[in-house]
């Protein structure tokens, strides 16, 4: 178990978690990202047509240019059961996840709608372990208001993600990053022993 993918709505900490887990682990630690390969395709489209660059733009830019990369990963998922995206990020996290002393993390699951989508392929192919990270403001009387889904592809998702989540965060808004790898200190903790657990059940 060398793989962890970190899921949740748009602007939950995901890659603020990703950040801090590199302090809180000795192992060498690989950023992947199911988004890049999307990126990467739409890059010149945008890039001509909007002069926004997708791999540094500024939130402004990015709400912009959210919807025409939502629709072109879509179409590209409904072509292949939503193996697109994946496939192209498969090798790469298996090669680095076959050394022991690396830790692969996909800082962008976000689907479980096909029989074999994102959720699956990690569990069931990579091995790995799901990360579910939701934040929270407290409002005027103290209560806890949790960041919404960004679009009705995140809302319909986002249950089925918790639902099989390994490990589940919910951290408040201005985080320090030192309680913040208490966070994922505890994540890895979690892994260590499921690791475990699922050793000794297959050793039955």
Same mark, same amino acid.
């Given at each position: 178990?060398?793989?962890?993918?970190?899921?949740?709505?748009?602007?939950?900490?995901?890659?603020?978690?990703?950040?801090?887990?590199?302090?809180?682990?000795?192992?060498?630690?690989?950023?992947?990202?199911?988004?890049?390969?999307? #990126? /990467?395709?739409?890059?010149?489209?945008?890039? *001509?047509?909007?002069?926004?660059? @997708?791999?540094?733009? !500024?939130?402004?830019? +990015?709400?912009?240019?959210?919807?025409?990369?939502?629709?072109?990963?879509?179409?590209?998922? #409904? /072509?292949?059961?939503?193996?697109?995206?994946? *496939?192209?990020?498969?090798?790469? @996290?298996?090669?680095? !996840?076959?050394?022991? +002393?690396?830790?692969?993390?996909?800082?962008?699951?976000?689907?479980?709608?096909?029989?074999?989508? /994102?959720?699956?392929?990690?569990?069931?192919?990579?091995?790995?372990?799901?990360?579910?990270?939701?934040?929270?403001?407290?409002?005027?009387?103290?209560?806890?208001?949790?960041?919404?889904?960004?679009?009705?592809?995140?809302?319909?998702?986002?249950?089925?993600?918790?639902?099989?989540?390994?490990?589940?965060?919910?951290?408040?808004?201005?985080?320090?990053?030192?309680?913040?790898?208490?966070?994922?200190?505890?994540?890895?903790?979690?892994?260590?022993?499921?690791?475990?657990?699922?050793?000794?059940?297959?050793?039955?």
């Amino acid at each position: 178990m060398n793989v962890i993918g970190l899921c949740g709505v748009a602007t939950c900490g995901k890659d603020f978690f990703f950040a801090n887990l590199k302090s809180a682990t000795k192992r060498k630690v690989f950023r992947f990202a199911i988004a890049d390969a999307l #990126k /990467e395709e739409m890059y010149d489209f945008i890039k *001509n047509t909007y002069n926004i660059d @997708v791999f540094n733009c !500024s939130p402004e830019e +990015k709400t912009t240019i959210r919807p025409i990369l939502v629709n072109h990963a879509e179409i590209r998922r #409904k /072509e292949t059961n939503g193996r697109y995206w994946i *496939n192209k990020l498969t090798e790469k @996290v298996k090669k680095v !996840s076959e050394d022991k +002393k690396n830790l692969a993390v996909i800082t962008d699951i976000r689907f479980d709608e096909y029989e074999k989508d /994102e959720v699956f392929w990690l569990k069931n192919e990579l091995n790995g372990f799901l990360v579910h990270i939701s934040k929270y403001f407290l409002n005027d009387k103290n209560e806890m208001q949790f960041v919404p889904p960004a679009n009705l592809q995140e809302s319909k998702n986002n249950p089925k993600l918790i639902n099989n989540a390994d490990y589940i965060v919910e951290w408040q808004n201005g985080l320090t990053p030192e309680k913040a790898r208490e966070y994922c200190s505890d994540a890895l903790v979690t892994m260590r022993l499921t690791q475990i657990k699922n050793s000794l059940t297959s050793e039955k």
